[in-house]
């Protein structure tokens, strides 16, 4: 039984960089060594190597780990392989299992014993006379005889009882254990695979662990199409995908991974030339196969077929993703033409359309929001509104906050261009640069009503108990009065921040007053939120209270172009600012209480980007004012 303390010594014995340094080019920087992480790709080393802590992490991606689990995770092993070829190594003996672990890793062995005779049988049946359907099939294709060998094509034959007689030195319940022959109450059992062209389904390490078969026959409706083994001990579906063991080299040197939706999709791809490809077996994508794919690139590709039926197949995909997402780390999406799957498009228009489609991959998001917007009709206020709560059940699904707080943002901006498009010339007697309005006559119209007198006694003292109660606290910061005075400035950009900043914990009450005032409907004019403010003791722009931060959008002479565009990048710091600030009184806490290398490293991450938000508050301002 492997002990922890057995484990230890192990990995105690293990030099760590010897280790890895065989696969990754390692440099000595002081304690540590470091590399270009080998599990993303990057231009900057992030990747360190320390000997002493016997660990690995990288800064980019989160990968972290010790000598047992760079085995399994880079190499390819399982735990009892990699434990194996470390003890050799270190010329230590590993100690017997438990009987009932020795038992089942036995029945594994066997296992693959038999789907090893399995697939040679199938292979001979394709040469065969009886096989020349299938080959007849497979000419259709334009499968070569390389492809064909390369991808261990075979044919089942008919017959329910074939197979048991080919493969009579192995029991029949190992048959039906390893999910060839299925056995049925008061009837003898039978074959699994009946007259089908079949396709072995193979391990990390290459091994057959499955078979997949496409029927020949027409004439059988009541028959699937394919049909795939069932899970086995060697056949997990959800976390197998076809083809990884060739598709991850090739995806280490062309830097992608592409997700296809079935093995004869792969296969197509792979004789046309683009050898990185899997597929999932029979199932939506799962997690593991997503972290599994993460592994190889950090945004794999989802090409899937435009009918309905292949993009649901991808929004699953995207809704199992969206909890998983982690910084760099994401998915890709492509749509291919409706009617028209890989191979399809590749022999009606050739490689390079299928090329310029896959260069075309867009953006999670972007296909979330697509997705959103096409699914239900957006008519009427609550069509919208309806929209608006999909947007947000999926950014709640993320359980990364920055990456949350970074969707809803973007999917909010979207949803407010769609929803409140600008309208020129709306106000009575024309508009004004800044986006406020001009009275018309002495009382002058507020959407077409009568526009209220903003220092009424009425207002200003509305005002001033919003004021007061906020005085005592919040964030009465520089930034905080900044950006408040760069919103009074350029009330059209209220609409456009509005929901951004209502989300955001800890914000200066003012905020909430300043959104009731000028929302995206009826917005106030500069002038008269000054004079609002003015006389409820808020200082206006230039003022003591914010002179320490001179931003480029509170400058008399600002372009307005440019103005809305640092306003935007100082609320990005405003909204950014909570979230970071308590992710990382998350990751001290977590370090303090478990004094773990990963919880060290995360909050040393965290500080890492506390470090960068400040200094990018510096620049921006002493930049922004000096310009």
């Given at each position: 039984?492997?002990?922890p303390?057995?484990?230890d010594q192990?990995r105690?014995?293990?030099t760590?960089?010897?280790?890895i340094?065989?696969?990754v080019r ?8 470091k590399?270009?992480c080998p599990?993303h790709?990057?231009?900057s ?7 002493e802590?016997g660990?690995?992490?990288?800064f980019?991606c989160g990968a972290h780990?010790?000598?047992i689990r760079?085995?399994?995770d880079?190499?390819?092993l399982?735990?009892?392989?990699a ?6 190594e270190?010329?230590?003996d590993v ?7 020795a038992?089942?890793?036995?029945k594994r062995?066997t ?5 090893h ?10 040469s ?7 080959r007849?099939y497979?000419?259709?294709?334009g ?12 044919y089942?034959p008919e017959g ?10 192995f029991?029949e319940p190992?048959l ?18 009946r007259g ?10 290459g ?7 496409r029927i ?5 409706m ?7 083994s ?6 997990d579906k959800?976390?197998?995908l ?8 090739a995806?280490?040197?062309s ?6 939706e079935?093995?004869?999709d792969?296969i197509?791809?792979?004789?046309a030339g683009i050898?990185e490809c899997v ?8 997690e593991?196969q997503?972290e599994?794919l ?10 899937f077929d ?9 929004m699953?995909?995207?809704?199992r ?5 982690r910084p760099?780390h994401?998915l890709r999406?492509?749509?291919?033409p409706e009617?028209?799957d890989p191979?399809?498009?590749i022999?009606a228009r050739?490689?390079?359309a ?6 075309g ?16 009709p957006?008519v ?9 709560a999909?947007l947000?059940e ?5 359980q ?7 969707y ?8 407010s261009?769609?929803?409140?498009p600008?309208?020129e010339?709306r106000?009575?007697?024309g508009g004004q640069?800044?986006?406020?309005f ?7 119209k507020?959407n ?5 007198v903003?220092?009424?006694p009425e ?10 109660a906020?005085s005592g606290g919040g ?7 900044a950006v ?15 929901e ?8 200066d009450p003012?905020?909430e ?5 000028c ?9 008269a939120?000054?004079?609002i403010?003015?006389?409820n003791?808020?200082?206006p722009?230039?003022t003591?209270e ?7 959008f ?10 809305v ?8 710091l405003?909204v950014?600012?909570p ?6 009184a998350?990751?001290?806490t ?10 060290f490293?995360?909050q040393?991450r965290?500080?890492k980007r506390?470090?960068?938000?400040d ?5 921006m301002?002493t930049?922004?004012a000096?310009?």
């Open positions: 039984m492997l002990t303390q057995w484990l192990l105690s014995r293990t760590l960089s010897a280790l340094g065989r696969s390692l440099q000595k920087a002081g304690r540590e060594h590399a270009c599990f790709n990057e231009k080393p992030s990747f360190t190597v320390n000997d802590k660990f690995y992490h990288c980019g780990g010790d000598a760079w085995m399994t880079h190499q390819g399982d735990f009892m392989d434990v194996k070829e470390l003890a050799a270190a010329g230590m100690p017997a299992p438990d009987p009932r672990a038992k089942a890793a036995e062995d296992l693959h014993d038999v789907m005779a399995a697939q040679d049988w199938f292979v001979q049946n394709l065969s006379p009886q096989g020349e359907e299938a007849a497979l000419a259709t294709r499968f070569d005889a390389h492809t064909v060998a390369r991808f261990g094509f075979g089942a329910r009882q074939a197979m048991k007689e080919a493969l009579d030195k029991p190992m039906i254990e390893a999910g060839l022959r299925i056995a049925v109450e008061n009837r003898d059992p039978y074959d699994r695979f089908r062209l079949m396709l072995p389904i193979e391990d990390a390490r091994r057959v662990i499955a078979f997949g078969g020949l026959t027409k004439e059988k009541d028959a699937p199409k394919y049909l795939n069932p899970d086995t001990p060697l056949f959800g976390r197998t076809y083809n990884l063991h060739r598709a991850a080299p995806a280490r040197q830097g992608r991974m592409i997700v296809v079935g093995y004869m792969v197509a791809l792979a004789a050898g597929a999932p077996l029979g199932t939506a994508l799962t593991h997503i599994m993460w592994r190889q690139v950090e945004t794999p590709i989802l090409c435009g009918d309905t039926a292949g993009q649901r197949a991808a699953r995909a995207i809704s993703a969206l909890p998983l997402l760099a994401s999406i492509v749509r291919l009617g028209l191979d399809d498009l022999k050739g490689v390079r299928l090329e310029e489609i896959l260069e991959a867009r953006s999670l998001v972007e296909v979330l929001w697509e997705f959103e917007c096409d699914s239900h957006l009427t206020p609550e069509d919208k509104a309806g929209l608006k999909r947000i999926h950014v709640e699904a993320i990364h906050p920055d990456i949350a707080s970074l809803r943002r973007e999917l909010l901006d979207r949803y261009e769609f929803a409140f600008r309208r010339n106000w009575q007697g640069k800044g986006g406020g001009t009275r018309s006559g002495p009382r002058g507020w077409g009503r009568p526009a209220p903003p220092s009424s207002s200003i003292d509305r005002l001033k108990r919003r004021f007061d906020g964030a009465r910061d520089a930034l905080s009065a408040l005075a760069g919103l009074i400035r350029w009330p059209s950009q209220l609409a456009r921040h509005a951004a900043l209502a989300r955001t914990p800890g914000l003012r905020f007053a300043l959104l009731d005032c929302d995206a409907e009826d917005a106030l004019e500069s002038g939120l000054g004079t403010l003015t006389e003791g808020l200082q722009p230039g003591a914010y002179s320490g931060l001179r931003f480029s509170l400058h008399p002479e600002a372009n307005e172009q440019q103005a565009s640092d306003l935007a990048q100082a609320i990005d405003l950014e600012r979230v970071l600030e308590a992710a990382l998350q990751a001290t977590r370090f303090e209480s478990e004094l773990s290398d990963e919880a490293a995360e040393q965290l500080l506390k470090l960068e938000f200094s990018r508050l510096r620049q301002a930049r922004q000096g310009s």
